[in-house]
Protein backbone atom coordinates (compact mmCIF):
# COMPACT_ATOMS: atom_id res chain seq x y z
CA UNK A 1 0.00 0.00 0.00
CA UNK A 2 1.48 3.32 -1.04
CA UNK A 3 0.75 6.39 0.73
CA UNK A 4 -1.38 8.65 -1.39
CA UNK A 5 -0.07 12.12 -0.09
CA UNK A 6 3.79 13.44 0.07
CA UNK A 7 4.64 14.46 3.38
CA UNK A 8 4.88 17.55 3.91
CA UNK A 9 7.93 19.79 5.34
CA UNK A 10 7.92 22.48 7.80
CA UNK A 11 9.83 24.25 5.76
CA UNK A 12 7.97 24.23 3.00
CA UNK A 13 4.38 25.21 4.93
CA UNK A 14 3.13 28.87 4.16
CA UNK A 15 4.30 31.21 7.09
CA UNK A 16 0.40 31.71 7.66
CA UNK A 17 0.01 27.96 8.79
CA UNK A 18 3.07 27.41 10.86
CA UNK A 19 1.68 28.26 14.14
CA UNK A 20 -0.62 25.43 13.64
CA UNK A 21 2.56 23.15 12.38
CA UNK A 22 3.94 24.13 15.99
CA UNK A 23 0.81 23.19 18.40
CA UNK A 24 0.76 19.70 16.01
CA UNK A 25 4.27 19.40 17.09
CA UNK A 26 4.02 19.88 20.47
CA UNK A 27 1.62 16.73 21.40
CA UNK A 28 2.08 14.45 17.85
CA UNK A 29 4.07 11.32 18.44
CA UNK A 30 4.34 11.45 14.26
CA UNK A 31 4.90 14.85 13.79
CA UNK A 32 3.27 16.32 11.24
CA UNK A 33 2.80 13.12 10.00
CA UNK A 34 -0.47 10.60 10.35
CA UNK A 35 -3.84 12.70 10.47
CA UNK A 36 -1.81 15.79 10.43
CA UNK A 37 -0.33 15.28 6.56
CA UNK A 38 -3.73 15.42 4.79
CA UNK A 39 -5.49 18.01 7.53
CA UNK A 40 -2.70 20.31 6.36
CA UNK A 41 -4.04 20.28 3.21
CA UNK A 42 -7.07 22.34 4.35
CA UNK A 43 -5.37 24.80 6.94
CA UNK A 44 -8.70 26.24 8.49
CA UNK A 45 -10.01 22.91 8.81
CA UNK A 46 -7.33 21.72 10.28
CA UNK A 47 -6.82 24.28 12.84
CA UNK A 48 -10.68 23.34 13.55
CA UNK A 49 -9.87 19.88 14.03
CA UNK A 50 -6.98 20.36 16.14
CA UNK A 51 -8.58 22.59 18.99
CA UNK A 52 -11.50 19.81 18.72
CA UNK A 53 -8.92 16.95 19.18
CA UNK A 54 -7.01 18.82 21.48
CA UNK A 55 -9.97 18.88 24.03
CA UNK A 56 -11.04 14.70 23.32
CA UNK A 57 -7.96 13.47 23.97
CA UNK A 58 -6.55 16.23 26.47
CA UNK A 59 -9.24 17.92 28.17
CA UNK A 60 -12.21 15.63 27.86
CA UNK A 61 -14.38 14.26 30.77
CA UNK A 62 -13.57 10.77 30.57
CA UNK A 63 -10.64 9.51 31.89
CA UNK A 64 -7.29 8.41 29.69
CA UNK A 65 -7.80 4.97 29.99
CA UNK A 66 -11.23 4.80 29.10
CA UNK A 67 -10.74 7.42 26.37
CA UNK A 68 -7.70 5.58 24.21
CA UNK A 69 -9.82 2.44 24.98
CA UNK A 70 -12.42 4.26 23.00
CA UNK A 71 -10.00 4.92 19.88
CA UNK A 72 -8.65 1.71 19.83
CA UNK A 73 -12.59 0.38 19.35
CA UNK A 74 -12.54 2.82 16.60
CA UNK A 75 -9.13 1.46 14.95
CA UNK A 76 -10.32 -2.03 15.10
CA UNK A 77 -13.80 -1.65 13.83
CA UNK A 78 -12.15 0.29 10.84
CA UNK A 79 -9.11 -1.38 9.88
CA UNK A 80 -7.01 1.83 11.07
CA UNK A 81 -3.56 0.68 10.92
CA UNK A 82 -1.79 3.79 11.76
CA UNK A 83 -4.29 4.68 14.36
CA UNK A 84 -3.71 1.57 16.49
CA UNK A 85 0.03 2.08 16.02
CA UNK A 86 -0.18 5.38 17.56
CA UNK A 87 -2.84 5.08 20.11
CA UNK A 88 -1.99 1.68 21.57
CA UNK A 89 1.45 2.59 23.58
CA UNK A 90 -0.91 5.51 25.15
CA UNK A 91 -3.46 3.58 26.15
CA UNK A 92 -0.77 1.02 27.72
CA UNK A 93 0.83 4.02 29.44
CA UNK A 94 -3.10 5.39 30.89
CA UNK A 95 -3.48 1.23 32.37
CA UNK A 96 -5.13 -0.35 29.98
CA UNK A 97 -4.40 -3.87 29.86
CA UNK A 98 -2.45 -6.07 27.36
CA UNK A 99 -4.79 -8.75 27.45
CA UNK A 100 -7.93 -6.44 26.79
CA UNK A 101 -5.72 -5.06 23.75
CA UNK A 102 -4.94 -8.21 22.66
CA UNK A 103 -8.25 -9.57 22.37
CA UNK A 104 -9.78 -6.09 20.49
CA UNK A 105 -6.61 -6.28 17.93
CA UNK A 106 -7.50 -9.87 17.52
CA UNK A 107 -11.40 -8.74 16.90
CA UNK A 108 -12.81 -10.49 19.63
CA UNK A 109 -14.52 -8.77 22.85
CA UNK A 110 -12.44 -8.46 25.42
CA UNK A 111 -12.66 -11.35 28.32
CA UNK A 112 -10.98 -9.67 31.26
CA UNK A 113 -12.13 -6.15 31.11
CA UNK A 114 -13.23 -3.91 34.24
CA UNK A 115 -16.72 -2.75 34.82
CA UNK A 116 -16.07 0.81 33.26
CA UNK A 117 -14.38 -1.10 30.45
CA UNK A 118 -17.57 -3.09 29.56
CA UNK A 119 -19.23 -0.48 29.59
CA UNK A 120 -17.60 1.63 27.15
CA UNK A 121 -16.64 -1.66 24.47
CA UNK A 122 -20.37 -2.14 24.92
CA UNK A 123 -21.61 2.02 24.31
CA UNK A 124 -18.98 2.54 21.37
CA UNK A 125 -19.32 -0.68 19.43
CA UNK A 126 -23.04 -0.17 19.57
CA UNK A 127 -22.96 3.28 18.53
CA UNK A 128 -20.13 2.14 15.55
CA UNK A 129 -21.94 -0.39 14.41
CA UNK A 130 -25.46 -0.19 14.48
CA UNK A 131 -25.53 3.44 15.05
CA UNK A 132 -27.91 3.30 17.86
CA UNK A 133 -27.49 2.75 21.90
CA UNK A 134 -30.30 0.66 23.75
CA UNK A 135 -32.10 2.55 25.90
CA UNK A 136 -30.90 -0.09 29.21
CA UNK A 137 -27.17 1.12 27.51
CA UNK A 138 -27.80 4.47 27.57
CA UNK A 139 -29.15 4.65 30.99
CA UNK A 140 -26.29 2.61 32.46
CA UNK A 141 -23.86 4.84 30.72
CA UNK A 142 -25.30 8.23 32.12
CA UNK A 143 -25.65 6.39 35.27
CA UNK A 144 -22.10 5.35 35.76
CA UNK A 145 -20.58 7.88 33.73
CA UNK A 146 -22.66 10.65 33.88
CA UNK A 147 -24.38 13.19 31.02
CA UNK A 148 -20.81 15.31 29.97
CA UNK A 149 -18.58 12.41 29.70
CA UNK A 150 -21.59 10.20 27.70
CA UNK A 151 -21.45 13.47 25.24
CA UNK A 152 -17.60 13.60 25.41
CA UNK A 153 -17.15 9.90 24.60
CA UNK A 154 -19.98 9.95 21.80
CA UNK A 155 -18.03 12.70 19.76
CA UNK A 156 -15.22 11.11 20.34
CA UNK A 157 -16.05 7.90 18.87
CA UNK A 158 -17.63 9.40 15.72
CA UNK A 159 -14.03 11.93 15.87
CA UNK A 160 -12.58 8.84 15.59
CA UNK A 161 -14.16 7.55 12.68
CA UNK A 162 -13.15 10.64 10.19
CA UNK A 163 -9.45 10.09 11.75
CA UNK A 164 -9.85 6.49 10.69
CA UNK A 165 -11.68 7.48 7.05
CA UNK A 166 -8.76 10.35 6.97
CA UNK A 167 -5.99 7.54 7.72
CA UNK A 168 -7.38 4.70 5.76
CA UNK A 169 -8.30 7.23 2.56
CA UNK A 170 -5.06 8.26 2.13
CA UNK A 171 -3.72 5.55 3.12
CA UNK A 172 -1.23 6.43 6.22
CA UNK A 173 1.16 3.40 6.76
CA UNK A 174 3.19 2.67 9.73
CA UNK A 175 6.65 4.50 10.05
CA UNK A 176 9.77 2.86 8.93
CA UNK A 177 7.80 0.43 7.48
CA UNK A 178 6.91 -0.81 10.78
CA UNK A 179 4.38 -4.05 10.40
CA UNK A 180 0.54 -3.63 10.63
CA UNK A 181 -0.81 -4.51 13.90
CA UNK A 182 -4.10 -5.36 12.72
CA UNK A 183 -4.99 -7.99 10.25
CA UNK A 184 -7.35 -6.33 8.00
CA UNK A 185 -11.24 -8.02 7.82
CA UNK A 186 -13.78 -7.70 6.00
CA UNK A 187 -16.48 -5.07 8.28
CA UNK A 188 -19.28 -7.88 8.28
CA UNK A 189 -16.89 -10.48 9.65
CA UNK A 190 -15.66 -7.32 12.35
CA UNK A 191 -19.28 -6.24 13.19
CA UNK A 192 -20.29 -10.30 13.51
CA UNK A 193 -17.42 -10.97 15.78
CA UNK A 194 -17.00 -7.40 18.04
CA UNK A 195 -21.03 -7.57 18.61
CA UNK A 196 -21.15 -11.71 19.67
Sequence with gaps: MTERLTQLAYADLPE???PLADDILKISSAALGGPYNALLRSPEMARRCFDHLD??????????RLNEFAILIQARISNAQFEWWAHEPIARKAGLSDAVMR?????????????DERLVYDYCVQLSLNHRVPDALWQEAVTQMGEQAVIDLTVLS????????LLNATQVGIPNGGAEPL?????????????A
Design 183 to 195: VVMDPTEIRQRLL
Design 103 to 115: DLQNCQRPQHMQA
Design 16 to 18: SVR
Design 55 to 64: YLRFRTSVNK
Design 158 to 165: GTYVMVSM
